[in-house]
Nanobody
Framework: VQLVESGGGLVQAGGSLRLSCTANDSSISTMGWYRQVPGKQREMVALIGHGGSAHYADSVKGRFTISRDNSKNTVYLQMNNLKPEDTAVYYC????????????WGQGTQVTVSS
């Protein structure tokens, strides 16, 4: 399964961006977004189950919204009220629908928030 991301970019603090990630196959279950800055571990931002149940990192609750369109194998991340500390490379993630010892990852998209 390949994941293709889009929507990153440069935005001022307080602004908004919307990330999209499309899988080329429907054999996936939970999808989500992670982010990473140089020198730090990759961290979970938001996850969404196939049925739509969502989970967020405390740092983005109330500002970010994750959603998915199963008919398009696509997950979205609407990011509002962005802060400079949200600057990172954002990676799309998907779990296989059937057990496998690996996940699928996108190539990453840069989000930069200027103060």
């Amino acid at each position: 399964v390949q994941l293709v991301e889009s929507g990153g970019g440069l935005v001022q603090a307080g602004g908004s961006l919307r990330l999209s990630c499309t899988a080329n196959d429907s054999s996936i279950s939970t999808m989500g977004w992670y982010r990473q800055v140089p020198g730090k571990q990759r961290e979970m931002v938001a996850l969404i189950g196939h049925g739509g149940s969502a989970h967020y990192a405390d740092s983005v609750k109330g500002r970010f919204t994750i959603s998915r369109d199963n008919s398009k194998n696509t997950v979205y991340l609407q990011m509002n009220n962005l802060k400079p500390e949200d600057t990172a490379v954002y990676y799309c993630n998907a779990e296989p629908a059937e057990y496998a010892p690996y996940d699928y990852w996108g190539q990453g998209t840069q989000v930069t928030v200027s103060s």
